[in-house]
């Protein structure tokens, strides 16, 4: 029940497409799903977070969108571009006094 | 702020040796976690601080490794002794205000067990 399952494990785009990936969770005390993207040789970093009380947040080219009921929700990159290829991990938490749950991560390439 | 620093940023080292990672989180911040990165696993937690204080350690693989943080600008995690399954990139990560606040990872440290 603590589980973030993460899809897909690795995708290419091609430059200008649209990048989507999923996560689901079992546990609905979850209450802070935050995306970190990771480039190679380097730590993860926050890309953009959502809280439960909203079901899409947008930054830029990078959207969440949140389904409460499906217990699910996904990264939207529009307009890929080879500068976003990295790791993207989805996560999620109960509140500050506890771990975020990390997904297994998905190895995205944007080919040119 | 020159962000979390880790050190040293490789290791190697040879099974049965003691090592110690050494972090430096960002002033001001009142969390600290380390992890550990594996191509198997994935991002695994180790431990997490908060205040100082070890809030959880359940990701602790076993009792060759021990995490303390003396105080808020400095946090050791010692694995005594190496087994070449510990080879992994471990980061240490800081936040502000527990483990959902945002997350600042450091650069890592890549340690090889021979």
């Known amino acids: 029940q603590q589980q973030v399952k993460q899809s897909p494990q690795s995708l290419i785009v091609q430059k200008g497409g649209i990048s989507i990936i999923n996560c689901a969770y079992e546990?609905?005390?979850?209450?802070?799903f935050p995306w970190y993207q990771q480039f190679p040789g380097k730590g993860p970093a926050l890309l953009i977070a959502?809280?439960?009380d909203v079901s899409e947040k947008k930054e830029g080219r990078f959207t969440i969108s949140f389904n409460k009921s499906a217990k699910q929700f996904s990264l939207h990159i529009m307009d890929s571009q080879p500068g976003d290829s990295a790791t993207y991990f989805c996560?999620?938490?109960?509140?500050?006094?506890?771990?975020?749950?990390w997904g297994a991560g998905t190895k995205l390439i944007i080919k040119p | 702020d020159a962000g979390v620093i880790q050190s040293p940023r490789h290791e190697v080292t040879e099974m049965g040796q003691e090592v110690t990672l050494r972090c430096k989180p960002i002033?001001?911040?009142?969390?600290l976690f380390w992890y550990r990165q594996t191509m198997m696993r994935g991002l695994e937690l180790l431990i997490y601080?908060?205040?100082?204080?070890?809030?959880?350690d359940s990701g602790m693989p076993e009792d060759r490794f021990s995490a303390k943080m003396p105080n808020a600008s400095f946090s050791t995690l010692k694995i005594q002794p190496s087994e070449p399954r510990d080879s992994a990139v471990y980061f240490c990560?800081?936040?502000?205000?527990?483990?959902?606040?945002?997350?600042?990872f450091g650069p890592g440290t890549r340690l090889t067990v021979l």
């Open positions: 990560a800081s936040s502000f205000a527990g483990a959902a606040d945002t997350q600042y």
């Open positions: 002033s001001g911040h009142n969390s």
């Open positions: 601080f908060n205040n100082n204080v070890p809030i959880d």
């Open positions: 546990n609905t005390a979850f209450d802070y």
């Open positions: 959502i809280r439960p």
């Open positions: 996560a999620a938490s109960m509140g500050s006094n506890y771990q975020l749950i």
